[in-house]
């Protein structure tokens, strides 16, 4: 069975990702796993949070876990199985032993703010979008779940005998999921952005995916692309062929 792992921090931004992949896993007949991980603060001295204190964030985050669970089944009429992990310590860790076990289908993150850079900034999971793995998928806030009917597939020349090839057996898959049109647009890697963007002006896609093997996720979506990371409402399928 195909499981998708969706990171929470009960932001709502992380919310409408749940939702998303809720969604998106009801199409492609795959379960849900949500974790949330509580960060621990500790230097040399002592702990920075009393046990007590301790305690009640753990309850507290299992009541909002518990609920997000509650509420994603009831969206989807108990369609898809909805699994919950509560971790501690490292989230970077603690989601990448959770792929490990689950071997997931794809990683579905949230994009904090109007923009991915924003949370590509700021997030102590950056280092997911470079898993040799598994796909990540980043979901811009106000996104919402559309069939995948045209797929831009946005690579650099030297990535067409080799990653597009390679990826082949997923494009299929969603050609036969969601009826989709492929749309592969080639461009220079230092022009990235200015590809993207004129042709997301002239045509309508519903994902864009990408291949940050080459070029490093953090590199292509902050450097090489700021205004498409900045204003694009697509979600971005990095991809690691």
Avoid: W
């Avoid at 992990?85 to 994009?111: E, F």
């Avoid at 109007?114 to 900034?121: D, G």
């Amino acid at each position: 069975m195909k499981s998708i792992v969706v990171p929470v921090n009960f932001s709502s931004c992380a919310a409408n990702a749940a939702r998303y992949a809720a969604d998106l896993a009801q199409v492609i007949h795959a379960d849900l796993h949500l974790i949330h991980v509580i960060q621990v603060s500790v230097n040399s001295a002592e702990l920075m949070m009393t046990q007590s204190l301790y305690e009640e964030v753990i309850e507290s985050a299992a009541a909002a876990l518990k609920q997000l669970q509650f509420e994603l089944t009831r969206r989807t009429d108990n369609r898809i199985k909805v699994d919950t992990t509560l971790g501690a310590g490292n989230v970077d860790t603690n989601v990448k032993d959770l792929c490990l076990q689950l071997k997931p289908y794809a990683i579905v993150l949230g994009a904090a703010g109007p923009s991915l850079e924003k949370f590509l900034a700021g997030s102590t999971v950056v280092s997911l979008l470079n898993n040799p793995d598994h796909p990540v998928l980043i979901v811009p806030e106000k996104s919402e779940f559309q069939q995948f009917r045209r797929i831009l597939l946005a690579c650099d020349p030297e990535d067409i005998g080799s990653d597009v090839a390679n990826t082949l057996p997923l494009i299929k898959e969603l050609q036969e999921k969601f009826g989709s049109r492929i749309d592969i647009v080639t461009v220079e890697t230092s022009r990235v952005e200015e590809g993207v963007l004129e042709y997301l002006g002239h045509h309508e896609a519903d994902l864009i995916m990408v291949f940050p093997k080459k070029h490093g996720f953090f590199d292509f979506h902050v450097s090489q692309s700021r205004k498409l990371a900045l204003h694009s409402p697509v979600p971005v399928l990095s991809l690691h062929a």
